[in-house]
């Protein structure tokens, strides 16, 4: 009696393939690497998981152009990808960093892969982990910046974006932020302002007594390091932000909030979409912020890591 066969499970939606890298393949892909491709692959390291139209805004000039070069990537194990699965329609492309990838970035930094890090299980976790929608929600924050920054001449830059795991490396026994952002914005008199910032992403998952009390880790941040750092909390809803707002008083470090819904601003975080808290007026530009918390001392960051920001 011959078994039925089982079928092979497989999460719809997916597409991440575990090739087999040999020394030819790595030594091919390193020549045919560009800067702008390698430096795709850092972003992508560092960022855990982009999507399509995120890249596409941060490396290419046009959608087309983004995808051959992502298939070229992806065709080369330089990247992953997988498609999450949507109850109508299809979500877009999401990339992780592939083996041959990180072996070039592993040489490049003159590292064996284990002292590098990567792990490809590692790396394709995020496709199943329920952190996936918020960490694209983190990424798109930093992108919707770059974007407004080459949209507009002169409009800004960011100049520093590190994640959440460079954070906790950093600051972890402390405050774990989302990420670390440095923007820099042209003012009407010639100078620039430039606001350093912790960045709390937030979904409405936790109560917002638990995103409340995040404020007293980086209260003791400031008072250990001898620097402050405002925050920067990007909220669901109005209704949300309100109720925030109403928690926080005056707390003892600078803090902003505003909302991430699609239609808040042309400009989205870079426009005028920031309410401090304690205060009263209009909503102020990210880039006013700087201004407005001009006596705060800025602490180098850049002593603390060597990385910098999409584009730089």
């Not at 078994?3 to 997916?14: A, W």
């Not at 390291?45 to 992806?74: D, S």
């Not at 329920?130 to 407004?148: C, D, K, T, W």
């Not at 530009?285 to 060597?306: F, N, S």
């Amino acid at each position: 009696m011959t078994r039925p066969r089982t079928p092979r499970t497989r999460q719809r939606g997916t597409q991440i393939r575990a090739p087999r890298v040999s020394a030819e393949v790595v030594a091919e892909l390193a020549y045919r690497l560009t800067v702008r491709d390698r430096n795709l692959l850092a972003m992508v390291w560092e960022h855990r998981v982009l999507t399509t139209g995120q890249l596409t805004r941060l490396f290419f000039p046009t959608p087309e152009r983004a995808r051959q070069r992502l298939n070229h990537l992806y065709n080369h194990h330089a990247l992953l990808r997988f498609r999450p699965w949507a109850p109508v329609g299809s979500k877009p492309w999401h990339w992780v960093l592939g083996p041959a990838g990180a072996h070039v970035l592993a040489v490049e930094q003159g590292q064996s892969s284990a002292e590098f890090g990567y792990r490809q299980d590692g790396a394709t976790a995020i496709a199943v982990s329920p952190r996936l929608a918020h960490q694209i929600g983190v990424n798109e924050f930093f992108v919707s910046l770059h974007a407004h920054a080459h949209a507009r001449r002169h409009g800004g830059a960011v100049e520093q974006w590190w994640s959440e795991h460079r954070c906790a490396a950093l600051w972890g026994d402390l405050a774990r932020p989302d990420a670390f952002g440095r923007w820099t914005e042209p003012s009407i008199d010639g100078t620039a302002a430039t606001l350093d910032f912790f960045l709390e992403h937030d979904t409405g998952t936790e109560t917002l007594a638990r995103v409340t009390a995040k404020l007293g880790g980086y209260a003791d941040l400031a008072e250990a390091t001898g620097t402050t750092t405002p925050v920067l909390f990007w909220l669901p809803s109005p209704k949300r932000e309100a109720n925030l707002r109403r928690l926080l008083g005056t707390p003892e470090i600078p803090v902003a909030t505003a909302v991430h819904t699609p239609d808040t601003s042309l400009d989205g975080p870079a426009g005028p979409v920031w309410h401090p808290a304690g205060a009263t007026g209009p909503r102020r530009r990210l880039g006013d912020l700087a201004h407005l918390w001009a006596t705060v001392p800025r602490h180098d960051h850049t002593k603390e890591g060597d990385h910098d920001a999409a584009g730089s």
